[in-house]
């Protein structure tokens, strides 16, 4: 099964990288493919609790159940799509370490493309493009609004 991990040094506390990569209403505000989230109101991060989420990718829309497998508050947010949609199997951890400046946040991402789409060759190509893409953007919106948010002091948790 492909990985893919990815980090990247926010300069903000943990607390408030975990306030943004904790709540749904973020997600379609951190991956480029995602259109929706539902329900995009309250934290997934409770072990068992699940959102479906709408993207676009490869010219189609799809949807995902996600469920959230581990969540230690502040440090670690792992979960699953449930076997429907592009992905047979995709499993995804996020942690955050602190550090001087902030907060290393790292993303981890196992999957395996589900091969009706495009073919066996081709989804596992359309998958790892479309996967690296999302996980390099999501680490990059989440560092600039994490940013923001310290700067500002505008967000309350």
């Not at 329900?39 to 949807?63: L, N």
């Not at 499993?91 to 993303?107: A, D, H, M, Q, V």
């Not at 996980?135 to 989440?142: A, I």
Request: charged share 25%; net charge positive.
């Amino acid at each position: 099964m492909p990985i893919l991990e990815k980090s990247v040094e926010v300069l903000a506390p943990p607390e408030v990288v975990w306030s943004i990569i904790a709540d749904p209403s973020f997600v379609p505000k951190l991956y480029p493919h995602v259109i929706s989230v539902t329900p995009g109101h309250s934290r997934i991060a409770t072990v068992g609790k699940s959102v479906t989420i709408t993207a676009k990718a490869v010219g189609r829309k799809m949807t995902a159940s996600l469920v959230a497998t581990e969540v230690v508050p502040n440090t670690k947010f792992s979960y699953k799509h449930l076997p429907d949609g592009f992905f047979d199997k995709y499993l995804c951890s996020i942690e955050l370490e602190p550090t001087k400046k902030g907060t290393r946040l790292n993303e981890r991402v196992e999957y395996e493309a589900h091969a009706g789409y495009l073919g066996k060759a081709m989804s596992k190509l359309v998958a790892h493009k479309v996967i690296k893409d999302n996980v390099l953007q999501s680490l990059k919106n989440v560092k600039e609004i994490a940013e923001l948010e310290e700067h500002t002091g505008s967000r309350t948790a």
